[in-house]
């Protein structure tokens, strides 16, 4: 399996960016994708997750209300459309996923394949 980010940039605070991940090469009935997000010096945490079963999707409260995970594309593609985005929101943001599981999980440990990230900057 294959995770390939990209839509990320440099947008201002406030502003708006569509995340997306696509993944290739991946036929498994329930599996859950998860986004997460590094800061330099920071752990990786857990920002949104989906999963194919329901689209049951659950947020970090960091992020609750601004950001939202969907799937697209026959659940090829999941998007994470970021609002009102905020300095602290600055980070290089992953994709990965999680097979076998029909609830998703937040934890880092959940995942096992992971896609290389796509940056994310936030100007005050």
């Known amino acids: 399996v294959q995770l390939v980010e990209s839509g990320g940039g440099l947008v201002q605070a406030g502003g708006s960016l569509r995340l997306r991940c696509a993944t290739v090469?991946?036929?498994?009935?329930?599996?859950?994708i998860g986004w997460f997000r590094q800061a330099p010096g920071k752990e990786r945490e857990g920002v949104a997750c989906i999963s194919s079963r329901d689209s049951g999707a659950r947020y970090s409260d960091s992020v609750k209300g601004r950001f939202t995970i969907s799937f697209a594309n026959a659940k090829k593609t999941v998007y994470l459309q970021m609002d009102s985005l905020k300095p602290e929101d600055t980070a290089t943001y992953y994709c990965a996923v999680d097979d076998g599981t029909v609830v998703c999980g937040m934890e880092r440990h959940d995942y096992r394949s992971w896609g290389r990230g796509t940056q994310v900057t936030v100007s005050s």
């Open positions: 090469g991946y036929r498994f009935d329930d599996y859950a």
